[in-house]
């Protein structure tokens, strides 16, 4: 399959680590952001990626931080929300250097991070217009594309899975919203999967 570029876009790769796990409830307490181009190329180095613990009067649960391990403490000189979503949204405008359509992605995005993201950007009154244009979920194509047609089909879809199948390596510090940023761009970068994000992206238009 041939699908040609669509230079009228950019990915904004992203990941959250949470309060908990309710998406009506808990609160971002990590995020991450990287920009890529329509042909996988980073826009900036690693060093300069988008990454910062977020400030948020919600306890952290047990539960949670044994996944992510950050602790309630950790946050407490971290910037609420509102500002580091400024500061993200100006991360993006500086990558995005030919002032294209930004494309949300991230892994599991449409079950959990969308969401999450999603209601605090309405509870602080922020225009997700402001952020991105458009967003995408690259778990929807690797379930319902043919996109790695030599894995087995009951092979587990976790990002840690994906990274080492497509990478050859073992998902280090997972959980953490930079780390799993790195892991997905690289994921995103791989043929296989960087043409039906193209594929996906050229449906929104219509």
Known sequence: MKV????TYCFAVFDTETTGLSTSKDEIIQIGC?????KGEKQHADYEMFAT???SERPISPSATKIH????????????????????????????KTNQQVVLVAYNGHAFDFKILGRQLDENKINYTD????????LEIIKYTNCFPERPA???NTLGNIYKYVTEKSLEKAHDAKNDVLALVKICQDPRVLKYLALYVSSFDK
Do not use: A, R
């Not at 391990?69 to 405008?93: A, C, H, S, T, Y």
């Not at 952020?131 to 690259?138: A, K, R, S």
């Open 69 to 96: 391990n950050i602790k309630n403490e950790d946050l407490k000189d971290q910037p609420l929300f509102k500002v580091v979503i400024g500061q993200m949204i100006e991360f993006v405008k500086k990558y995005n």
């Open 154 to 156: 009951k092979s587990s």
């Open 53 to 55: 613990l977020v400030y």
């Open 34 to 38: 990287s920009i890529i181009n329509e």
């Open 131 to 138: 952020l991105f244009n458009f967003v995408l979920d690259p």
């Open 4 to 7: 040609s570029p669509l230079p």
